[in-house]
């Protein structure tokens, strides 16, 4: 059975700083070729933005899109499903497009067979047949059957993983994926500015309230996106039990609002967070306890991303800053976002990593009564460190 079919690439190939830095990051670690097979780096090293697995067309294939990438010669493949390869042509025009059959209304498709007869084609038009190179995969990731793969046919090749690579080639934001960020970052202002007005008005449920903003996001995106997160309300935002809303829940004046939300446009991601007060209510002293000291705190923790801090210290300043206010740390302090939503560093305080011009960080500490209280508040901005220090990207004001 012949499941393969090849895309030609005849354009000239613009550069790819991503995969470029890539190639770069896995020839340092001593692989020749790698296999990368996780949403995060298909989307990072080819440009492609790889569909987050989630409804019909998760079923319509045996496996999700791979790269395969030499790091000593010019190899360039792009593995996906038949359906997708169009998409995966004009986002990846430096990449061969090799697709895989999936789900046929007229005759039936050995899903596995198709994916694995196309990632054999492409190993062995790579010359990794009689091979004894080192080869870098991703085993969070890889399907197990592309494993006995490699095993059966391809015995000479020495396995190793690709995470700690692609880990440091991710870690610096190019010029590219820092304009990606700038425009998702963009499109968290749409989503809390609108909860802002929102929020004017009470006895509004949650769902109704978050299909509006969800709905305002898209527009100003020009297409649907993938969005995540959570907008709880009331008793709800005194505990941290991510995702825990929305729900079918009519707000009343004074009720607590803090959404927490995600989303993803052109393969990169915005995450921030912010905490209200519906109908136009005054805050409590004990309100403004709570959301002065998490503010506080993301706004300190922000100010420590700066070129020769490290990680661990922008966690060291948020906790400062919530002792100041008498309160304790409940989670960490932020991470990292790129094509994947929540990434490494993350600000905690064991994590030594340098702060360097050209990260991007989503800062996120939170302050809450517990079970039992009555407010809870957490603020997050997106953030992006630059050789003078940090130049936060969101633009919403603080609700509270």
């Known amino acids: 059975m012949h499941a393969t079919t090849a895309i030609a690439t005849l354009l000239p190939r613009p550069a790819n700083a991503e995969l470029e830095r890539t190639r770069t990051a896995l020839r340092a670690a001593g692989y020749d070729f790698a296999l990368l097979s996780s949403l995060g780096n298909v989307t990072y090293a080819s440009g492609y933005t790889v569909p987050i697995p989630v409804g019909a067309h998760t079923e319509l294939a045996y496996g999700s899109a791979l790269a395969l990438i030499g790091t000593r010669d010019a190899t360039n493949c792009l593995l996906v499903a038949a359906g997708t390869a169009a998409a995966a042509q004009a986002a990846a025009p430096h990449f061969d497009i090799l697709t895989f059959e999936g789900f046929n209304t007229l005759q039936p498709t050995d899903f596995e067979a198709a994916y694995l007869a196309t990632i054999a084609h492409a190993l062995t038009q790579a010359g990794l047949d009689n091979s004894t190179g080192r080869i870098a995969i991703e085993g969070r990731t890889l399907p197990y059957a592309v494993g006995q793969l490699l095993h ?8 190793g993983e690709a ?65 995540s997160g959570e907008l709880v309300t009331g008793p709800r935002v005194t505990v941290v039990e ?49 959301t002065r000291a998490s503010q506080a705190a993301c706004e300190a923790a922000m100010d420590a991303l700066r070129p020769g801090n490290r990680a661990s210290d922008a966690y060291a300043a948020a906790e400062t800053a919530f002792q100041a206010h008498g309160l304790p740390v409940a989670h960490y302090a932020g991470h990292q976002i790129g094509v994947t939503v929540n990434e490494l560093p993350r600000l905690v305080p064991y994590d030594q990593t340098p702060i360097e011009p050209g990260m991007v960080f989503s800062v996120e500490p939170g302050a809450y009564e517990g079970a039992g209280g009555s407010f809870g508040a957490r603020s997050e901005k997106m953030v992006l460190v630059t050789a003078q220090g940090p130049e936060i990207l969101s633009t919403f004001a603080w609700g509270i």
């Open 152 to 159: 059966a046919q391809f015995p000479h090749l020495v396995l």
């Open 163 to 227: 995470a700690a690579p692609l880990e440091q080639a991710r870690l610096i934001k190019t010029e590219r994926e820092i304009r990606l960020l700038r425009h998702a970052a963009q499109l968290g202002d749409v989503a809390q500015r609108r909860l802002a007005e929102l929020a004017r008005q009470p006895q509004q449920t949650e769902f109704t309230m978050w299909g509006d903003i969800i709905a305002h996001v898209h527009c100003a995106a020009g297409r649907e996106i993938p969005i």
């Open 242 to 290: 991510y995702p825990n809303g929305p729900r079918e829940r009519q707000t009343a004046a004074g009720d607590a609002a803090l959404m927490d939300i995600s989303g993803r446009v052109n393969g990169y991601w915005f995450d921030c967070t912010n905490t209200y007060l519906m109908g136009g209510a005054s805050p409590t002293s004990n309100q403004l306890k709570f």
